[in-house]
């Protein structure tokens, strides 16, 4: 099994920064991508942004310029540093990672529980 924790989420000012942090730990054999992803009250759970195991990135259109999400492998863990917030971005960020377990040797999904990001106008 794969666990995954953030952390980093809080109450902000519109302006300010915040930088949310997820750390994968268990039997993991490899992960091959990992994101974040928001939920909003009364919305659907959104892409916020993605990092495959090349480097490559993903991002919403929302946040494009304003949010970088970053990676260190020794770690397994994925950050998202967010610039610029606003109102509309407050929102319960979830982590996500495709990782191929030792016990499972298939790819699977897992989630994170969900760290609360509050943008104050």
């Known amino acids: 099994q794969v666990q995954l924790v953030e952390s980093g989420g809080g109450l902000v000012q519109t302006g300010g920064s915040l930088r949310l942090s997820c750390a994968a730990s268990g039997s993991i054999r490899r992960i091959n991508h990992m994101g974040w992803y928001r939920q909003a009250p009364g919305k659907q759970r959104e892409l916020v942004a993605t990092?495959?195991?090349?480097?490559?990135?993903n991002y919403a259109d929302s946040v494009k310029g304003r949010f970088t999400i970053s990676t260190d492998n020794a770690k397994n863990t994925v950050y998202l540093q967010m610039n610029s917030l606003n109102p509309e971005d407050t929102a319960v960020y979830y982590c996500?990672?495709?990782?191929?377990?030792?016990?499972?040797?298939?790819?699977?999904?897992?989630w994170g529980q969900g760290t609360q990001v509050t943008v104050s106008s």
């Open positions: 996500r990672t495709l990782a191929v377990s030792v016990t499972s040797g298939s790819e699977r999904s897992y």
């Open positions: 990092i495959r195991g090349d480097g490559s990135t």
